[in-house]
Every structure is written in structure tokens, then in C-alpha cells.
């Protein structure tokens, strides 16, 4: 009777040690899974940390560039206003050949063409200037504030006895609407 009770005590250690072994490598399984997932949850979150860090240089540079792209864009608004700004035009013809030592004879303005996003409003000047002041003129209109294209230029005089020279010039200013 004794050795049937060692027996069954065997047996019963030995279920309970392989149910205690079993149990720890399915825990140590789970575990092991556990970190697994740990472990690919931080790479994402790197990933999610480097493009936002990207994303924030971005921005940064974006950041750095906005007070030159404001200058541009009131450059390009000077360029292209909203409306005809005929005054400001003329005042700025005005002064550029006052600057150059021309005479400005008169600024006319001639039928406005709508475009599809802008209106074409030719400028006829007429003025006269020595060759210096002339190339000046010529030179702001061209590269000046206010976008200006030069359609025709015509001019007369200009010899060595009388160096003043007559022009007018045919330009195109533009507007938006």
C-alpha cells in the first residue's frame, strides 16, 4: 500500500511540475509577445517623432521665409493692384523723370482690355529728356515697382546741337479686379 501511495504522489509532483512548467512558458510566452508589441509600439512612435520633428523643421524654415515672402507679395500686389491706381501711375512717372532731368509733356490713358484674370490698361507718355535721363526713365518703366511693358517706343531730336530728345512711349500697365 505504501509504494501505490508513493506513486501517486509521484505522479501527482510530477503532473503538478509539468502544469507549473507549462503554465511559466505560456506566461513567459505571453511575455515575450508583450515586449514584442512594446517594442514595435516605440518604433512607431520614432517614426511618428521624426516626421514630426521633420514636419516642424518645415514649418521652422517656412517660418524664417515669411517675412520675405510678405515683402514679395506687397511687391507683386504694387506690381499688380486691385484697381487702376491711375494717380499713382502718374505720380510715379512724374517723379522718375523729375529724378532723370525730363520734362513730362502728358500721361494719357486708353481703353482698359479685361484678360482672364488681370485688365490691360495702356499708358501713353509723352516727355522730354536728354539721352541719360531717357535711358533712366526707360529703365524704371521696364524694372520699376509697377508692371510695366513697353509696347513702342518712339522718340526724335537728339543731335549735337540740341540734345534734347522728344519720345513717347507706348506701355501697357497692369491691374487685377
Do not use: C, W
Not at 500686389?77 to 512717372?93: C, G, M, Q, S
Not at 500721361?107 to 531717357?134: C, D, S, W
Not at 529703365?139 to 519720345?167: C, H, K, T, V, W
Request: proline share 3%; hydrophobic share 40%.
Amino acid at each position: 500500500m505504501n509504494k501505490s501511495n508513493y506513486s501517486r504522489e509521484e505522479m501527482l509532483a510530477i503532473g503538478l511540475g509539468t502544469a507549473a512548467i507549462i503554465l511559466m512558458v505560456f506566461l513567459l510566452y505571453n511575455q515575450l509577445n508583450e515586449l514584442k508589441g512594446g517594442y514595435a509600439a516605440i518604433a512607431r512612435e520614432r517614426a511618428t517623432l521624426n516626421q514630426t520633428q521633420a514636419s516642424y523643421q518645415g514649418l521652422k524654415q517656412l517660418e524664417s521665409r515669411a517675412k520675405q515672402m510678405q515683402e514679395r507679395l506687397n511687391e507683386l500686389n504694387k506690381a499688380f493692384p486691385e484697381y487702376p491706381a491711375e494717380d499713382l501711375l502718374i505720380n510715379d512717372i512724374g517723379n522718375i523723370t523729375m529724378a532723370t532731368g525730363s520734362d513730362l509733356l502728358q500721361v494719357q490713358f486708353a481703353e482698359r482690355t479685361p484678360q482672364k484674370k488681370y485688365v490691360e490698361m495702356p499708358v501713353t507718355i509723352a516727355l522730354k529728356a536728354n539721352y541719360h535721363g531717357m535711358i533712366d526713365l526707360l529703365d524704371y518703366l521696364q524694372n520699376g515697382p509697377r508692371a510695366l511693358r513697353i509696347e513702342e517706343f518712339a522718340m526724335s531730336g537728339g543731335n549735337q546741337m540740341s540734345p534734347g530728345i522728344s519720345a513717347n512711349i507706348m506701355t501697357t500697365a497692369f491691374y487685377t479686379e
